[in-house]
């Protein structure tokens, strides 16, 4: 009896990524960060695990990860603090859980599921969600822990420019960090996600970020918005997504791919593709997506020159990538 397929993505930010930004040494790294965080997830669905819990562990391992802006890796607010969301859904039922601006809990997208599991909200804010996590005995961390040297750098070559973050996209950046880049150095976007499918035919959607950097008024992106950045619904998708995210809430991109399948009968290809090239573009909105189905297909769709990503293909072997043209293949 053949077993029901199993399916697994993830990405680590989009943008302007183009091959000679990073160093051999640097992009080896960062292959490897993927390879370490996308083998977590598929441990769980070979075992029989969710798809849920595959997620999860997906994205704790880039928000452990200080190669990443999203935990570890947060870039820095104009204060000098760290604000972090996450969002996490089940495929099965839409149950979902989100957090925005949040300061002390350790991994962010195990926030977010408390949120979901423990409480009667969807999505908790700032100083409320730092209060209920602890009450969750989510492990916490001062706020100074997220700090690494080179968001530190990052944040103040950001500030001696004068400007303040632009939403603009903007240029490129050379680590896997902030991602979609604009003419203006320094106001950088980033994201880590992923999205899977487990042998129970469910799918899930997790995402994580830290923002951009310098930014300020408690502004909040897509990442926790349910619909926008994270969507999962086992009647078309689980959806993860990166880039600017005042233009992934604009076009709800990861409901309107959900909706072109579910209701315009478009394939998981064509409904990430005509969002992410036709919808976003459109409005001068830069990223992509990961996404997965039910029926074990997977897509990662983007329109910049680059994204952080892995993916097990249908032969069953892992493959991670770095730029548009890339594809390095594991045993």
Request: with cysteine; charged share 20%.
């Amino acid at each position: 009896m053949n077993q029901a397929p199993i399916a697994i993505a993830i990405h680590g930010g989009a943008g302007v990524l183009t091959p000679g930004l990073l160093t051999p040494q640097d992009e080896d790294a960062i292959h490897e960060a993927l390879r370490q965080s996308i083998d977590a997830g598929y441990r769980v669905l070979a075992a029989g695990g969710t798809s849920l819990d595959a997620v999860e562990s997906c994205v704790v391992a880039l928000e452990e990860c200080p190669w990443f802006n999203a935990g570890k890796g947060a870039v820095f607010t104009e204060d000098g603090t760290h604000e972090m969301d996450a969002a996490i859904m089940n495929g099965a039922d839409r149950s979902a859980g989100a957090i925005a601006g949040a300061h002390y809990v350790r991994n962010p997208i195990r926030g977010a599921r408390s949120v979901m599991e423990h409480s009667d909200h969807v999505m908790l804010a700032g100083a409320g969600a730092d209060h209920f996590l602890r009450t969750q005995n989510q492990p916490q961390v001062a706020n100074d822990w997220f700090d690494t040297e080179l968001r530190r750098r990052q944040w103040q070559d950001n500030r001696s420019s004068q400007e303040a973050p632009s939403l603009e996209p903007n240029r490129a950046n050379h680590h896997a960090e902030e991602t979609v880049a604009s003419d203006k150095p320094g106001h950088k976007f980033g994201t880590v996600g992923a999205v899977a499918l487990d042998r129970h035919g469910h799918v899930s959607a997790a995402t994580s970020t830290g923002g951009i950097t310098n930014k300020r008024y408690s502004r909040i992106g897509d990442t926790p918005i349910i619909g926008a950045g994270t969507w999962a619904d086992d009647r078309s998708a689980a959806i993860s997504a990166t880039g600017h995210g005042e233009y992934f809430i604009r076009c709800v991109v990861g409901h309107d791919i959900a909706a072109r399948m579910r209701f315009g009968g478009r394939s998981l290809y064509d409904a990430c593709d005509e969002v992410v090239h036709q919808e976003l573009k459109t409005l001068g909105g830069q990223g992509g997506v990961i996404a997965v189905s039910p029926d074990g297909k997977t897509w990662l769709s983007f329109n910049t020159p680059g994204m952080y990503r892995a993916w097990r293909g249908d032969d069953g072997r892992l493959h991670t990538a770095i730029y548009a043209k890339d594809d390095r293949v594991h045993s």
